[in-house]
């Protein structure tokens, strides 16, 4: 997707990234460190966010609707319309897996560089080819690469569709990690949006833990309300389609990981986490720079390129694992767990 690279936005994006990392900083503050992940049918909704997947339907658009379908919970897909005309089945298996289904425009260009009667034209076009696949006209429209003018938001509107941005950028489409994708989801608030994308395989892996993560949070996936453009509860009582679970689950299963600073010295302290629940585990703890993990026992860690995201692997030590933090001037910042998913 790197060739869909909204270049003009980055540095805005960048921006929110990083008060958005400042933000989760001060908020856990001297707070007790716990995650849980339960299955999402036992999940408490307190808050609905809405997971959207851009640019399909694609070749892998069955994969993806396999993951989301294995997790149990819905999402808006933001189609392209000659992809939809190119690929009629797999749009109405967007439907049949209980997917919302939403226009991206006809061939992803650029369409605030389009007249009126040309932005007119490709979102009509849209509309109509999701309707011949799917049997319904879409009333949610995203421009590409989030480029948009009141043109553009003023003829979506005339044809019945709603904009919807996006709050939390995954970053998928710029190559990012399994463990970024699930860090930069880790920030989404009831209400709020994430983009991502059909077709890229490190966000299909991520969506395990991105959902026990927000199930730790009482947060579910929801619909996109086209009267507000927020996130709410899914619409009627027609439950997510669900295939029979396989066993084991791969990954995403139940565990609880929790974590406590047994010894603090001047310039670092230790972090002892203990994982019930999974035998074998995988918990991503985030860091809060410029604090700096300097040892680690019991678990196998891989860093994001920040250093500020760790993923800790089981590797047959047992259930509780360590690290030291150098504070670096920063004494009062704890680590804070993200997320703990078995496998
Ligand atoms: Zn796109």
Do not use: K
């Not at 938001?153 to 996006?166: D, E, F, K, T, Y």
């Not at 929790?258 to 994982?275: E, I």
């Amino acid at each position: 997707m790197s060739r869909l690279f909204p270049r003009t936005a980055l540095w805005s994006r960048r921006l929110r990234a990083a008060l958005a990392v400042l933000a989760t900083a001060v908020a856990m503050c001297g707070v007790v460190l716990a995650a849980t992940s339960t299955p999402s049918s036992a999940a408490t909704c307190n808050g609905y966010v809405g997971l959207t997947f851009d640019d399909g339907p694609t070749g892998n658009t069955s994969a993806l609707l396999n993951v989301l379908r294995n997790n149990g919970v819905r999402a808006t897909m933001f189609n392209v319309g000659q992809n939809v005309q190119n690929n009629q089945s797999a749009a109405q298996a967007q439907v049949a897996a209980g997917m919302w289904v939403a226009n991206h425009s006809w061939n992803h260009a650029h369409m605030t560089s389009m007249s009126q009667s040309q932005m007119q034209s490709d979102l009509s076009q849209t509309s109509s080819a999701i309707q011949a696949a799917t049997g319904s006209r879409p009333v949610l429209f995203r421009p590409p690469y989030g480029e948009t003018n009141s043109t553009l938001q003023s003829v979506a509107s005339s044809l019945g569709m709603r904009q919807v941005i996006w709050d939390v950028d995954s970053q998928d489409w710029n190559g990012a990690s399994v463990s970024q994708i699930v860090a930069n989801a880790s920030r989404l608030q009831a209400g709020q949006v994430i983009l991502m994308h059909d077709g890229i395989q490190n966000t299909r892996d991520a969506i395990g833990q991105i959902v026990a993560n927000l199930t730790s949070r009482n947060l579910c996936p929801g619909m996109i309300s086209p009267s507000t453009g927020r996130a709410v509860a899914p619409d009627g009582t027609t439950p997510p389609t669900t295939s029979p679970p396989t066993s084991p689950p791969p990954s995403g299963g139940t565990c609880t990981a929790t974590a406590t600073t047994p010894n603090v010295w001047g310039d670092r302290y230790n972090t002892s986490v203990t994982v019930s629940g999974a035998s074998t585990w995988t918990v991503v703890v985030a860091i809060t720079s410029p604090q700096r993990v300097s040892t680690i026992w019991n678990g196998t860690a891989t860093w994001d390129s920040s250093g500020t995201i760790m993923t800790m692997r089981s590797n047959g030590s047992g259930n509780t694992f360590g690290f030291t933090t150098m504070t670096n001037g920063n004494s009062s910042a704890r680590p804070q767990i993200r997320s703990c998913t078995s496998g």
